[in-house]
């Protein structure tokens, strides 16, 4: 499968974005497909996934009163809304792909990546 990440740009702390993983040579349902992020000098980090099987969502603790990830099967394509965003979300957000709903944190199960967006919070 292949990903297209896109939706990134600047927003003020307290602003919303929302970022699109479009798949092509797979369809989103028959996939697991993630949000990690890696910010300046950090590791990176699961963000969120939602399951190929049922569109379940697994969220990161850290993220999940204010991003909700969701699929759209018919357009292929994966979202991520944050909202009441801070300055600490600054990153480059990647989507990615698996075939399971198993370690969705464990960045080596994915073997497709899509090439990031970058998110910028700052006033």
């Known amino acids: 499968v292949q990903l297209q990440a896109s939706g990134g740009g600047l927003v003020q702390p307290g602003g919303s974005l929302r970022l699109s993983c479009a798949a092509s040579?797979?369809?989103?349902?028959?996939?697991?497909v993630a949000w990690f992020r890696r910010a300046p000098g950090k590791e990176r980090e699961f963000v969120a996934a939602?399951?190929?099987?049922?569109?379940?969502?697994d969220v990161a603790d850290s993220v999940k009163d204010r991003f909700t990830i969701s699929r759209d099967n018919a357009k292929s394509t994966v979202y991520l809304q944050m909202n009441s965003l801070k300055p600490e979300d600054t990153a480059v957000y990647y989507c990615?792909?698996?075939?399971?709903?198993?370690?969705?944190?464990?960045?080596?199960?994915?073997?497709?990546w899509g090439q990031g967006t970058l998110v910028t919070v700052s006033s």
């Open positions: 990615a792909a698996k075939t399971d709903f198993f370690r969705n944190y464990d960045p080596r199960k994915y073997h497709s």
């Open positions: 040579g797979r369809t989103v349902s028959g996939a697991a």
């Open positions: 939602i399951s190929r099987i049922d569109g379940r969502p």
